[in-house]
Each structure stands twice: as C-alpha cells, then as structure tokens.
C-alpha cells in the first residue's frame, strides 16, 4: 500500500447507506457507508454510462446507479447480474472514526 492517506472527515458524516463525494487529482471518488458502517471507495461513475454513483442507492454492499439501475459491488466496482463492466475501487480505511483515502493507488477489481 502506498503512503498516500488523505483524512477525509470522520465516519458520521457520511449517513449510512449514503455517500460523500471526494475530489482528487485522479478525478472525483464516491465513499459509502453501508447500514454496517462499512466504508467503500469507487470512482464515482457508473461503467454503462458514467452515472454519478454518489447519487444512487446503497443496498447491503452495493450501489444502484442512479440512472439506468444497473448494481455495482462496493467491494468489487464490478457490475453485478447479467450486466458487463467495472468502476475503479480505492483503498479506504478508517481509524479511531476517521476515514482515510488512497488515491494514489487504484485497486483492481475483484472478480
């Protein structure tokens, strides 16, 4: 991992099941809480036809884009179901209620 962390703000300030949106120099990255209190970062538009995910549901771990509903994993960036294509996940972490973001280095997708 790199050493890149950027404090993003604390926990509570993203509701569960919502997002914030983050703008970095690798372009604007959506972070979610889930009702679990996990958090997930991916770029912040749909792989179909580059939705804002910020703006769409979260379900479990997943998102539903707002514009075609097509689900996509948080955990993965890919889409789920009969649906092709995958959205650049982040390293997120949190500490002590804290959320820190690497945005320096974008993790695959998980197949």
Not at 77 to 82: D, E, K, P, V, Y
Request: glycine residues 12%; charged residues 25%.
């Amino acid at each position: 991992m790199s050493d890149t962390w950027i404090d993003i703000g604390g926990v509570d300030e993203i509701p569960q099941k919502g997002s914030r949106v983050v703008k970095t120099t690798s372009g604007d990255v959506a972070v979610f809480r889930t009702v679990n209190d996990e958090v997930f970062a991916l770029r912040d538009r749909c792989p179909h036809k580059g939705g804002p995910l910020s703006q769409g549901i979260v379900h479990g771990t997943s998102v539903t884009c707002p514009l075609h509903n097509w689900v996509i994993g948080l955990d993965s960036g890919s889409a789920q179901g009969q649906d092709k294509g995958c959205t650049r996940r982040f390293p997120v972490k949190v500490e002590a209620g804290r959320i820190y973001l690497d945005v320096a280095l974008a993790l695959p997708r998980v197949a």
